[in-house]
């Protein structure tokens, strides 16, 4: 097949490969979106960072030490901290040890399961936390949510929520997860679940999620071309 022949298969929006299973390829505005959330996964961590940048932390660290503390006695399991900050328990453990290294966090033996490990907030930590909380505030306020309404900020959480129930079908991480847990590594009531154990796995419970109306498409230079 020639260049001609794979450009006009582009310019129609079909490949022939796709054509011939009869399978549609994207569509423009699809890779319109898709480009958009690419854009978006890459420039937002290292934009939060650099706003976190005068406080030593970076976003992923700003979460982790904001979820030990808002759990009972600040602390929690590891395995339930790598569900409550969206990562895998190796990237969780790396990022603890760093934690320790700068005094923030502390590693004790889980009274519960002597198979488990706690990450502990520490005093310094604590401090961290707080002097950092404002500078997150700030920039999450400015470089997401300024401009958009009550309704736009629920919009976006429902696009987001079903887009990760897709990518995280189990209910693996806290955030898609349905059932409300602080997800501490106290035992809670017998009978009682927590979304963010992997030893009990998330509830059941249904929630809706579905995505927004499409809003009318801005034209960017950088969008994929027809």
């Given at each position: 097949m020639s260049i001609?022949?794979?450009?006009?298969?582009?310019?129609?929006?079909?490949?022939?490969?796709?054509?011939?299973?009869?399978?549609a390829d994207l569509l423009r505005h699809e890779r319109v979106a898709v480009a958009r959330l690419h854009a978006l996964l890459e420039l937002l961590p290292t934009a939060l960072d650099k706003q976190l940048g005068p406080?030593?932390?970076?976003?992923?660290?700003?979460?982790?030490?904001?979820?030990?503390?808002?759990?009972?006695?600040?602390?929690?399991?590891?395995?339930?901290?790598?569900?409550?900050?969206?990562?895998?328990?190796?990237?969780?453990?790396r990022v603890v040890t760093g934690l320790e290294r700068k005094g923030l966090v502390d590693r004790a033996p889980c009274e519960q399961d002597a198979r488990a490990t706690n990450a502990v907030l520490t005093a310094a930590g604590e401090h961290a936390y707080l002097a950092a909380r404002p500078l997150y505030a700030d920039?999450?306020?400015t470089m997401i949510l300024d401009g958009l309404d009550d309704e736009g900020v629920a919009s976006l959480a429902d696009l987001m929520l079903a887009i990760?129930?897709?990518?995280?079908?189990?209910?693996?991480?806290?955030?898609?997860?349905?059932s409300d847990c602080a997800a501490d590594p106290v035992p809670g009531p017998e009978g009682s679940t927590c979304a963010a154990d992997p030893a009990t796995g998330p509830g059941s419970a249904e929630r809706a999620a579905d995505p927004a109306p499409e809003p009318a498409r801005a034209e960017c230079a950088a969008d994929p071309v027809s």
């Open positions: 001609a022949d794979l450009r006009r298969a582009e310019r129609s929006d079909v490949h022939p490969e796709r054509q011939a299973e009869g399978s406080v030593g932390l970076t976003s992923f660290e700003f979460s982790l030490l904001e979820a030990l503390h808002e759990a009972e006695a600040y602390r929690m399991r590891l395995s339930a901290l790598a569900g409550r900050t969206n990562a895998t328990l190796p990237r969780l453990s920039a999450v306020r990760l129930r897709r990518l995280d079908p189990d209910g693996r991480l806290a955030v898609t997860a349905s």
